[in-house]
């Protein structure tokens, strides 16, 4: 059966506003679907509707026509692949990503836009270049899971209850405001820890920051070479080269959330191990483990 253009456009405008999602981004693959589901034949008086789930388009309809049917699934199909790519907010090239333990696809600026960048100045917190508060107004602190969280609490003066800020070590310049607390609010065990911490920082040959401390990077989280990574590495020149090959691919792009970070010091001599052979090699060779 074949429908007029009118009659498509009526079709495609009128069902657009069933379909829950978290912004615009999908409006055009939305349009595109519901024309394709035109030309394989939908019945133009059933409504459709669908949402975003786990980062995807999903569109729950079906059909009896066992033909039909078919053709819808696989259009169906096709636009949950095309949505994981598609980011949600825009509509530009996107990823999945975990966010507040949802998961959504968006591109990396509407990504930054839901982290916590943090910014210290003259005691002065910001967040996302918001002022936060004084560091001078934390009453308490409460730092847990191996001083990778914590959380501040601060008094105000024209109240008498406490505000609570809650920070995490992926969000950039953790690192940065844990070393602005005044010493005084840490217990003695905490102060000696913090303390020995960012006293005795050592160089990371991975991610060339002065940034490890007890074997591991606190910037990019990786270990520092050590014989029990003899089970997996031949040698130390490989494990390097391969970490450092995983972190310039950044396919989750935690690199790129990193360079906001200012928490370390940058090595200035430092160098990738790895030349473009051996990059595109192992390029390759992820792409063949994914088939």
């Not at 679907?33 to 669908?50: H, S």
């Not at 609570?164 to 070590?169: M, N, S, Y």
């Not at 031949?234 to 390097?240: F, V």
Request: hydrophobic content about 30%.
């Amino acid at each position: 059966m074949e429908f007029s253009k009118d009659a498509i456009d009526q079709f495609i405008e009128s069902n657009l506003s069933n379909f829950s999602i978290n912004g615009s981004g999908w409006h055009s693959l939305i349009r595109e679907m519901l024309y394709e589901f035109c030309i394989a034949g939908w019945n133009l008086d059933e409504k459709v509707f669908g949402k975003e789930k786990f980062g995807g388009l999903r569109c729950y309809i079906s059909s009896p026509d066992e033909a039909l049917n078919k053709k819808i699934q696989e259009i169906k199909s096709k636009y949950i692949r095309l949505s994981g790519k598609t980011c949600e907010k825009c509509g530009k090239e996107g990823k999945g990503r975990f966010v507040n333990s949802w998961e959504t696809t968006l591109c990396f600026d509407h990504y930054v836009e839901t982290i916590n960048i943090l910014e210290i100045d003259n005691d002065d917190v910001k967040i996302n270049d918001k002022y936060v508060f004084n560091t001078n107004e934390i009453s308490r602190i409460d730092v847990r899971n191996s001083y990778s969280q914590m959380t501040l609490y601060i008094s105000s003066s024209f109240t008498d209850r406490e505000k609570t800020f809650h920070f995490a070590r992926w969000e950039p310049n953790f690192y940065l405001l844990l070393n602005s607390i005044p010493q005084h609010l840490f217990s003695i065990e905490d102060k000696t820890y913090v303390k020995s911490m960012f006293e005795n920082l050592k160089d990371c040959e991975i991610c060339g920051y002065k940034s490890v401390f007890e074997n591991r990077c606190l910037r990019c989280i990786k270990e520092s070479w050590n014989n029990s990574l003899l089970k997996y590495y031949d040698n130390k020149l490989e494990y390097i080269k391969e970490i450092q090959m995983d972190l310039f691919i950044d396919e989750d792009d935690d690199e790129k959330v990193r360079q906001f970070d200012k928490s370390f010091e940058k090595l200035p001599d430092f160098k990738f191990l790895f030349n473009d052979e051996e990059l595109e090699k192992y390029k390759k060779e992820l792409q063949e483990m994914d088939l």
